[in-house]
């Protein structure tokens, strides 16, 4: 069973909350979800809508059809008609609008419920709720008790008040359409715990657990929920939030704890990214570990900043000026997102140098469910890896043993000492007995700055063994689903994943064998290992959310492979299943 | 016992008789008679000809880019708010690339100590005019003679809130580290102007025109005062220059308000790994 249940409304009255509620309510009856939001950039009027795929197993993108509709104004019945199907239920108020078209309609007198009980009219959200939960068999009680978690610190009234906006929903339906009721949503018996995750979620709950002391951002479309759920934990998880002035300032001061000694991360949208590029330079040259949370919208300049686009990859890996070495790692879902940022932590501390999460508005804002249980494993099992960071204790234990000169007398550590893997010893400011500097300049092994050709020489070629060691210990080649033989090989990488694992399943329906790579640590690339992933006798296909298959030209460049088949999305909408499923 | 020549480090290569000599001598000066070593501060140096000073100056550095050095410096103190952070600075790299980072740096009362090199000239990129150069100044950037009127640092961190603001000059060294040493043990963010010649790129603003034009404010100022403290910061527009602590005030620091770090600093706290706090609101 999946089932596709969308809201839509005038911006401003509570669509987003009312979509997340019940994306919470089906998962608390022990389903799976998969859920997407549109809304204009503005704050009152536009349209707003929110839809929810339901399935009983992982859900892995949209589906095409609308099967419940739910029209809290007449503009959404006419923005998403073109997705119902005859079977479809479309939840209106008749006072409101009415239609010709043949869909099944369940009028539910919003206005006069309304009227009756004195709400407002943002409450209508909660009459739809209770009517949505009715026709397709759900128990009340677990929105009531949501409704209850969310209004308790407004009092008894209150809960009560938005309570019977929900029981009047789910009566309406239950005595006037009974014979249209579905059994969607009959609690499971056997259920699993989970959690409804946000991409943006996924970052905040791996940064915490990754042991992310400072986050500093200004606020961005579609990066900003990071720094308001990681500010509203500041005391529950002791990490310095900063909203700072503008985004030079995030990555600089982020920069600077860093060099102190905590990991930091910053969080951004692509203008906000490009205001920070010359400072992740500074970050390579200086070595100084840094995690970079990019949620892309669609570019360039001001864009279309509350939709989707996958447009800033060539940008993220060619950021910054001179030649450093820059981690580029790309989730395609919520649990990658955890496992990644989990990890990017312990990349940028064992290379010293930038690691840069890409995520983008469908990822970043879209809700999915992830089993509680594979959360607490992974949390649970995961090691903080510091690299070559020394904290101080250890190190003073260290140089206790060189005698009593050592002791006395405080001296220039070498920051920047030339080491076979690249990556020198970095010990923590104000560790005593030693001093040393971390510099923007080109500098000597001691860090002092330096334009001497030898040293020069020296240092670029000691970060660019970096990349090398990143290749041989950390790099991992795509991850591979479907038919290893397949004639057709799907290739994209981040957001795209789910629609193309589902049109996967349906091609296969279809008798249609395919493979697919899924890009995950997309820069640095091990070319000689990609390249052998690539046959000249199969069908290549890319699949990207932006105009120019920026994935493609990198593969092209590194490998000198050119994939020549192109599914390419860019009016600011994820790529989904039936358009891939379309191209054969 | 720390000595001043523990602070040495490479032979510094400035111009004979710049300012940043006068500077260099007096910060290490003050460093030594507040009691710190090089291992128990942080500096963070901007870019410019004052910047240089971090292959001169022995200390836990961090030479940042032009203008950034500031939200560095904050960052150093959220971290470890222990240490003594201080940003050297320039009067292009603070008050023109990174002007907006300063104002914040006020409105926070981030407890970073900011020396600013004020010699109302591009030294390091050969002499163009700086946000602070008088009006008319001929430069190589404007040969027909700067149209803007010059900014006003001291009046502009007053209005930004800062709590500290002091003003030296780098030709009376012994003043100069007094004002230094008043400011690192001020608890806030410290601005320290330092009106510096510039031998080479500025014929206008030299020794001479200041010994002119600087005088010490009297034992008796009120420094506590805004309104006076900003008539004094005005005195520029008739070229005269007060030389002391123009205005300071008490004021929680920013990192005094974060519960976080109430207790320890933030580098030496414990992981957070109560996940079970967090995961509620996702169910």
Not at chain 1, 249 to 274: K, Y
Not at chain 2, 22 to 29: D, M, R, V
Request: with cysteine.
């Amino acid at each position: 069973m999946t089932f596709t249940w969308k809201i839509g409304g005038e911006a401003g009255f509570g669509i987003m909350t009312t979509g997340l509620l019940f994306s919470k309510v089906v998962s608390r009856l022990g389903y799976q979800i998969l859920d997407h939001v549109e809304y204009p950039s503005l704050v009152r009027g536009g349209h707003n809508a929110y839809e929810v795929c339901v399935s009983d197993e992982e859900v892995y993108a949209l589906k095409d059809e609308i099967d419940v509709l739910v029209c809290l104004n007449k503009e959404t019945f006419y923005k998403h008609k073109a997705r119902l199907t005859l079977e479809s239920l479309v939840l209106y108020d008749k006072k409101e609008f009415d239609f010709e078209d043949n869909f099944q309609k369940i009028n539910i007198p919003f206005k006069k419920i309304l009227a009756y009980f004195n709400g407002q009219s943002v409450m209508k959200n909660i009459i739809a709720l209770g009517a949505s939960l009715a026709i397709l068999g759900g128990e009340i009680k677990i929105l009531t008790d949501l409704i209850k978690e969310q209004f308790s610190k407004k009092g008894e009234e209150v809960v009560k008040f938005n309570q019977q906006f929900a029981i009047v929903g789910y009566e309406e339906v239950k005595k006037n359409y009974s014979s249209l009721i579905k059994n969607f949503l009959t609690e499971k018996q056997e259920k699993k715990d989970y959690l409804v995750l946000s991409g943006n979620d996924a970052f905040s709950l791996g940064a915490v657990m990754a042991d992310c002391r400072l986050y500093a951002a200004y606020p961005m479309t579609p990066s900003s929920s990071v720094l308001h759920t990681l500010a509203s934990w500041q005391e529950k998880t002791g990490m310095i939030v900063r909203h700072a002035e503008d985004e030079i300032s995030v990555i600089n001061t982020a920069l600077g704890a860093s060099f102190a000694g905590v990991r930091s991360a910053v969080g951004t949208s692509g203008g906000g990214f490009a205001l920070m590029v010359e400072s992740l330079s500074f970050a390579g040259m200086a070595e100084i570990p840094v995690v970079v949370f990019l949620a892309q919208r669609p570019g360039p300049a001001t864009g279309m900043p509350t939709w989707t686009e996958q447009g800033d990859l060539l940008f993220a890996i060619f950021s910054g000026h001179g030649e450093f070495p820059k981690i580029v790692l790309t989730p395609g879902d919520q649990k990658e997102m955890i496992k990644l940022t989990l990890k990017a932590f312990n990349l940028a501390d064992i290379y010293q140098t930038p690691v840069i999460i890409i995520s983008d508005m469908y990822l970043s804002e879209g809700h999915k469910s992830v089993e509680k249980e594979w959360f607490e494993n992974l949390v649970t099992n995961y090691s903080i890896n510091r690299g070559k960071i020394i904290q101080t204790s250890k190190f003073t234990l260290q140089i206790g043993g060189q005698g009593d000169d050592a002791k006395l007398k405080i001296r220039n550590f070498l920051r920047y000492k030339i080491t076979d893997d690249g990556i020198s010893e970095k010990i923590i400011p104000a560790t005593p007995g030693y001093f040393y500097q971390e510099n923007s300049y080109e500098h000597l092994e001691d860090g002092h700055t330096t334009e001497d050709s030898k040293e020069r020489i020296k240092q670029v070629d000691k970060r660019k063994r970096k990349i090398r060691t990143y290749l041989s210990q950390d790099f991992h080649l795509p991850n591979f689903y479907g038919e290893k033989d397949a004639t057709f090989i799907f290739v994209s990488w981040g957001s795209t994943k789910g629609a193309i694992l589902m049109a996967q399943k349906e091609l296969k329906k279809r008798g249609i064998e395919t493979g697919f790579y899924h890009f995950t640590h997309l820069y640095p690339l091990d070319k000689e290992k990609v390249s052998l992933l690539f046959e000249p006798k199969k069908r290549y296909i890319l699949v990207e959310n932006n105009s120019l298959g920026q994935l493609g030209k990198i593969l092209a460049m590194e490998t000198g492979f050119e994939i020549k088949e192109k599914i390419l999305r860019y009016d600011g909408r994820p790529i989904n299943a039936k358009e891939i499923v379309n191209y054969f | 016992m720390v000595a001043v020549d523990d602070f040495f480090g490479y032979q510094p290569t400035w111009c004979p008789g710049c300012g940043n000599w006068g500077i260099y001598t007096a910060l290490k000066k003050a460093l030594v008679e507040l009691g710190y070593s090089p291992d128990k501060l942080v500096v963070v140096f901007g870019i410019g000809c004052s910047g240089n000073m971090n292959d001169f100056l022995n200390a836990y550095g961090l030479h940042s880019l032009h203008g950034r050095a500031i939200p560095n410096a904050i960052g150093i103190k959220l971290a470890n708010h222990k240490l003594l952070v201080i940003a050297v600075v320039g009067d292009g790299d603070c008050y023109g690339e990174g002007g907006n980072h300063l104002i914040h740096a006020c409105r926070g009362n981030h407890d970073i100590k900011v020396i600013v090199h004020d010699n109302r000239v591009y030294g390091l990129t050969t002499g163009q005019a700086a946000p602070t150069s008088p009006e008319g100044f001929k430069s190589k950037s404007t040969p027909l003679g700067l149209i803007e009127a010059p900014l006003n640092p001291l009046a502009l961190a007053l209005v930004a809130g800062a709590t500290f603001i002091g003003q030296g000059f780098a030709g009376d060294i012994n003043h100069l580290t007094l004002v230094f040493k008043e400011a690192f043990s001020h608890q806030g963010f410290s601005l320290v102007n330092v009106l510096q010649p510039c031998v080479t790129f500025n014929k206008v603003n030299t020794y001479q025109y200041y010994f002119q034009r600087v005088y010490k404010l009297d034992k008796d100022y009120k420094k506590n005062n805004f309104n006076l403290a900003l008539e004094k910061a005005l005195e520029l527009n008739q070229e005269r220059f007060p030389l002391g602590v123009i205005y300071q005030v008490k004021k929680p620091s920013y990192h005094e308000k974060l519960s976080p770090i109430a207790y320890l600093p933030l580098v030496e706290k414990k992981r957070f790994l109560d996940y079970n706090l967090l995961l509620k609101e996702f169910i």
